[in-house]
């Protein structure tokens, strides 16, 4: 079935640096999503991406909608303590289709 | 406000036993999912319903149990087939196209 490959799987990082994360598919998506999860607590969507090539932001993030469809990029600016956390990309083919899944990049930071 | 509720937030269950975790939504939307998810783990699909009285099987349905009588429920039962049953589990709801709301969890506990 189709997989998400995300990457890195942990980081960990000084408060204030910049932070990138990715996830690349061997298949094509025609809608990106990021989601936040805090620990104890479900995932909450951060951005989403419809368009290939399409660029967002929201606040300090801003994701990318890889030109192939099968990837996709997150930043974060000026990291702070509340970043901390597991991000998740995700992937959907079609719209009535099940949401694609990678398996998360954990942020640290460090005092 | 809308929203999407589990209970309870924690859980614990005897060896043997089935237990029953609550999901609903007030959100009017159609397809209802669950997922588990195990300590630096992503997120696994458990079972999910895209019309009332209707669902499927996700990667991981052995030993779980879901029914959808109404549109805003979506209960998941964990079986004593399921040998492994202490994780965090998820409930999230979904409107086309929109990505996934998730509930805040309910932590499953084997004592």
């Known amino acids: 079935g189709q997989q998400l490959n995300q990457s890195p799987q942990s980081m960990f990082i000084q408060e204030g640096e910049d932070v990138s994360m990715n996830c690349t598919s061997s298949s094509i998506f025609n809608t990106w999503l990021w989601y936040k999860q805090d620990p104890g607590e479900g995932p909450v969507l951060l951005i989403a991406l419809y368009k290939a090539g399409e660029l967002t932001s929201n606040g300090r993030l801003t994701a990318q909608f890889g030109i192939t469809r099968k990837d996709s990029f997150l930043n974060i600016s000026a990291s702070i303590p509340s970043d901390v956390g597991i991000y998740f990309c995700?992937?959907?083919?079609?719209?009535?289709?099940?949401?694609?899944f990678g398996k998360g990049t954990r942020l640290h930071i460090l005092p | 406000d809308g929203g999407i509720t589990q209970s309870p937030k924690y859980l614990f269950r005897k060896e043997g036993q089935n237990v029953t975790l609550s999901c609903e939504q007030n959100?009017?939307?159609?397809?209802m999912y669950w997922y588990r998810q195990d300590p630096g783990q992503g997120l696994r699909l458990i079972y999910y319903s895209q019309i009332v009285n209707d669902f499927q099987k996700g990667d991981i349905a052995e030993g779980y149990s879901v029914s959808r009588e109404k549109k805003e429920s979506f209960p998941l039962t964990v079986t004593s087939a399921q040998k492994n049953p202490t994780a965090f589990y998820l409930c999230a709801s979904a409107a086309l196209n929109h990505g996934y709301t998730f509930g805040s969890g309910t932590r499953l506990t084997v004592v």
């Open positions: 959100l009017n939307h159609d397809a």
């Open positions: 995700a992937g959907q083919l079609w719209r009535d289709d099940k949401i694609i």
